[in-house]
């Protein structure tokens, strides 16, 4: 069974739909430092769950279809490590997780921006928490989803976006070149010690 949400950044100009299918994604939890650290960057820490955990549905590239706000989209890697991150320059929402190109396609969107009327029914619960031993505070009771079964599965959707020619039906890749519609913002060392500085005073092991 297939069913189209809306997604939208948080001033609106960015819009689209994702199309779920039932079993093909992936609704996960990650506490990760660097979904963490996105957040804050961002200024949109107050999407963090208590323990510090950002709901990610990754699916298909070609699932997802942009409305509006093409031009407003803006990229980043937060480290030297292949993901790029997606969000709305005007509010700075955000939305996307990818590879930094399209050659290997997949996208995670981040579920906070979808229509929250109906994205609990759309997702399901998620299938586990990824890199709970970054997450915030005790998450020994957190149902954990293994890496290994998570690759298993995104490999097996990138294989038939790769077959199928439909990473190059991506909204955020050139369709020729394969590479990103914006052009990627690399984290400063001063951006990144200011992150590093938030994570060390969050920190509540003893000196």
Known sequence: MASDISFACDCGTVTGTMRVISGEGDHVVCHCTDCQDLTYHLGHAQLLDAQGGTPLYQTRCARMHLDTGRERLACLHLTDAPTLRWYAACCRTPLFNTFKNGKLPFITILTAACDPARR????????????????IGDASALPKMGMATLMRRFFVRAIKDVVAGDRRRSALFD??????????HRLTNEERQALEGRRTDMDPSPA
Do not use: M, N, Y
Not at 120 to 135: I, K, S, V
Not at 175 to 180: G, I, R, S, W
């Open 120 to 135: 609990e029914a759309a997702f399901g619960p998620p299938r586990g928490h990824l890199f709970t031993q970054d997450a």
């Open 175 to 184: 369709a020729k070149t394969l590479e990103p519609i914006a052009t990627p």
